[in-house]
């Protein structure tokens, strides 16, 4: 099993830029594909990034791309997330997960672990 464990959310202005990190322990980091969904009151939880953990490849939701930026650093056993240009359609509460299979990173039922969310609010 892993533990997750999101933090940096908050409240920023339109146009600001904020950075979620998600801090594993339990089974090797390395050893997971990390994604990060997000899910708004009323509605779905959303793919909005993820990043492999054999190749390092990226991948993004259209409505984030150019915006927003995974990364990972093993060492550290984190996962971030930065969000530039942020909108307030990007209010909501945003979600890190492990994937260990390394496929179907847009799938939602591949992930097994979830941290427990944190909070991002973009105002006008």
């Known amino acids: 099993q892993v533990q997750l464990a999101e933090s940096g959310g908050g409240l920023v202005q339109a146009g600001g830029s904020l950075r979620l990190s998600c801090a594993a322990s339990?089974?090797?980091?390395?050893?997971?594909?990390m994604g990060w969904f997000r899910q708004a009151p009323g509605k779905r939880r959303d793919f909005v990034a993820a990043?492999?953990?054999?190749?390092?490849?990226?991948y993004y939701a259209d409505s984030v791309k150019g915006r927003f930026t995974i990364s990972r650093d093993n060492a550290k056993n984190t996962v971030y997330l930065q969000m530039n240009t942020l909108k307030p359609e990007d209010t909501t509460v945003y979600y890190c997960?492990?994937?260990?299979?390394?496929?179907?990173?847009?799938?939602?039922?591949?992930?097994?672990?979830w941290g427990q969310g944190t909070q991002v609010t973009v105002s006008s």
């Open positions: 990043i492999r953990r054999s190749d390092g490849n990226t």
């Open positions: 339990g089974r090797t980091f390395s050893s997971y594909a």
């Open positions: 997960a492990a994937n260990r299979f390394d496929y179907g990173l847009q799938d939602i039922t591949k992930y097994s672990y």
